[in-house]
């Protein structure tokens, strides 16, 4: 058992590492009906709509569960059953869990898939869009969590406004640490959830929506408890959740913004998380691992390790070394190669990123492993 007062360094790419505060905040019980809950939820939705400069433009409807169900909500409300098309651009799991959701409901779409290491094309999309009238959205991940990539969204864009398509994006794992401008950005609509870089708790996840675009989108939906239309008219009417809201996440996520304002903004926080990955893939190097993308294609996220191929290297040895002494890593790969990943997103400092090192420095000498034996023979 680990001792539960012990702070966890979660190194993984969500649920996160929250501030000692961020979980005080939920110390409380929230009528989910009274002035007090509504008035809170007001003002977090229209944070969320102005980090990303959406105040006048977009409207933020948060939905209950985690970050793929404001996916999967999302797209249900905006890609017409009749009419509609996704182009889907899949370089990772998560892109291709947009494609799985979109088969399900039975949304018609194509898509382009590059490697896990390689962003899509811009010229490339304008081809496919200039080929098939039918595709109505472009539907994009920001940075593709599978291997920490940065997808080149403004490029992205620009090109699917050039087509006249409208783009929906799925900005879950940078949102409030990669900057997103959408005065700037032509984008219908940006998903996200709480528990990521907004360093709060997970249970909430929520979509930036231009207005016009939701307003057309009534009856779209195919489930109930995922129409983000119909949520946000009673939002509008009643200013409530249409049912129980996740009241403690949304205090948390209040308390959250509010630390994201001190560490000052969007700015600041992506910085903290550079810093944290440039230590971490700098000492990463330095013990012979080798890593998954070069520095050019690497947002500031979440780091992929590429396994070592020698025999001696146990990665379930060096997982539950570090996780009894406080360091979570994620336990599984999601790319098509065998690695593992390493965040550097959530309350987590560069001495963290540093006692996470030294940990895995420890963990890789016990197997009998020096910088030598880490790096591919030859
Ligand atoms: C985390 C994440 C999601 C949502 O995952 P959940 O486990 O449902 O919260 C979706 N897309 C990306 C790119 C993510 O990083």
């Known amino acids: 058992m680990t001792d539960p007062a012990m702070r966890q360094i979660l190194l993984t790419p969500g649920p996160l590492t929250t501030s000692d505060t961020v979980k005080q905040a939920m110390l409380a019980d929230w009528g989910s009906r009274s002035p007090a809950f509504i008035e809170m939820t007001a003002r977090v939705r229209a944070r969320l709509a102005a980090l990303a400069g959406g105040t006048d433009s977009h409207v933020c409807v948060p939905v209950q569960g985690s970050g793929t169900f404001a996916v999967e909500a999302a797209l249900g409300t905006l890609v017409p059953r009749d009419g509609g098309k996704a182009l889907v651009l899949v370089n990772g799991a998560y892109c291709r869990r947009i494609a799985r959701i979109l088969a399900l409901i039975g949304r018609a779409h194509s898509v382009y898939e590059t490697a896990e290491d390689t962003p899509p094309d811009a010229d490339e999309i304008a081809r496919r869009l200039a080929a098939d009238p039918a595709i109505t959205h472009v539907v994009a991940v920001h940075c593709e969590t599978t291997s920490g990539i940065l997808n080149p969204l403004a490029d992205i864009a620009a090109t699917v406004a050039a087509g006249g398509r409208r783009l929906i994006v799925d900005s879950m794992s940078g949102f409030g640490a990669l900057p997103l401008d959408l005065a700037a950005l032509p984008c219908e609509a940006v998903i996200a959830s709480a528990n990521k870089c907004l360093?709060?708790?997970p249970g909430v996840g929520f979509a930036l929506i231009e207005k016009a675009a939701l307003e057309?989108?009534?009856?779209?939906?195919h489930a109930l408890s995922l129409d983000l239309h119909d949520q946000w008219q009673y939002m509008e009417r009643t200013g409530q959740w249409r049912f129980t809201p996740p009241?403690?996440?949304?205090?948390?996520?209040?308390r959250a913004l509010d630390e994201l304002d001190?560490?000052?903004g969007v700015a600041a926080r992506g910085a903290r998380y550079q810093r944290n990955c440039d230590v971490l893939r700098a000492g990463l190097r330095e013990m012979?691992?080798?890593l998954f993308l070069g520095d050019n294609l690497q947002a500031p996220i979440i780091v992929?390790?590429?396994m070592p191929g020698d025999a001696r290297f146990d990665f379930d040895a060096l997982y539950r070394r570090l996780f009894e002494r406080g360091v979570v890593l994620y336990p599984g790969a999601v790319t098509q190669e065998p690695s593992f990943r390493i965040g550097c997103i959530g309350r987590i400092f560069e001495a963290d990123i540093e006692r996470a090192l030294g940990e895995i420095g420890s963990a890789v000498a016990a197997m009998g492993l020096n910088a030598a034996g880490l790096k591919p023979a030859g």
């Open 304 to 306: 992929t390790v590429r």
């Open 247 to 254: 009241c403690h996440v949304i205090a948390a996520l209040d």
């Open 216 to 221: 057309a989108a009534a009856g779209n939906a």
């Open 262 to 264: 001190e560490e000052g």
């Open 199 to 201: 360093e709060g708790v």
């Open 288 to 290: 012979g691992f080798k």
